[in-house]
């Protein structure tokens, strides 16, 4: 039964996959020019102060960040909890993952991890806003506030909508997007095809493993090379 439905949504990741490379370019670049878009360098989506800042990694960005020995920065992906460290965040993060027998907290795909204000670890805090790795950073990033679901072009919330851009960034842009959508719909068949449900464990279920008498909690990240484990140690 599960085998079926899985079957089924890597199909139709396969099938949007296949409309997603036939997306224009120039045409995804005269969408974006005619929204408009320029950067004013807020950094309110690099804060958590300004809204929910997690930035999901693709397979790409994960090789990326490892090149240039940032690995520190991968993270598994978290619930978004505000104004809380994470050693107090883990009850409501309980509630929110799948905790299995062994007290393994089960999540899929990583983010960039965040300081403990939850500002991007990235962010310039001298008031310049820079990202300390512009050149490498997330596909996310470099596409904000543009996305592509089902092969439509939107926006998240921005101040820079609306401004002026150039046609060669706008072109920029277009590539980007496309290469992200097309990324993130390969990781997500990938993901599919490589899950492996774990036996014996309950979606929500309180293990005495996961409350305060440990001195780091296990994390069972689900992503596109199947399963692997993430150790963070508690610091109490
Ligand atoms: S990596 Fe750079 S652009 Fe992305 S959230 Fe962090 S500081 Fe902002």
Redesign the pocket.
């Known amino acids: 039964m599960f085998s079926d439905y899985r079957q089924r949504l890597v199909n139709e990741l396969k099938e949007e996959l296949e409309a997603a490379e036939n997306i224009s370019c120039e045409y995804l670049a005269s969408q974006i020019r005619s929204i408009g878009f320029t950067c004013s360098m807020c ?1 309110k ?2 804060r958590r102060s300004c809204g929910d ?1 997690r ?1 999901f990694l693709t397979s790409s960005d994960i090789r990326s960040l490892q090149e240039c020995s940032l690995d520190d920065a991968v993270f598994p992906m978290l619930p978004d909890i505000q104004d809380v460290p994470f050693e107090d965040a883990l009850h409501e993060y309980a509630q929110e993952l799948e905790v299995d027998s062994q007290g393994r907290y089960h999540t899929f795909g990583w983010m ?1 991890k965040r300081k403990v204000n939850g500002n ?4 310039g805090e001298d008031g310049s806003n820079r ?4 050149d490498r ?2 596909m ?2 470099g596409t904000y506030p543009f996305y592509i679901k089902c092969g439509k072009l939107l926006t998240s919330e921005c101040e820079g909508l609306g401004k002026p851009i150039s046609d060669e960034d706008a072109v920029l842009l277009a590539e980007g997007l496309l290469g992200r959508y097309v990324t993130e719909l390969k990781d997500t068949a990938l993901l599919y095809e490589k899950f492996e449900a774990n036996e014996g464990s309950s979606p929500n279920m309180n293990s005495s493993k996961s409350s305060f008498d440990v001195d780091e909690v296990l994390f069972v990240v689900h992503d596109h090379n199947g399963n692997s484990e993430f150790v963070i140690k508690l610091h109490k």
């Open positions: 950094g989506c690099c800042n930035v960039l991007c670890s990235f962010i990202c300390g790795i512009y950073r997330p996310l990033c």
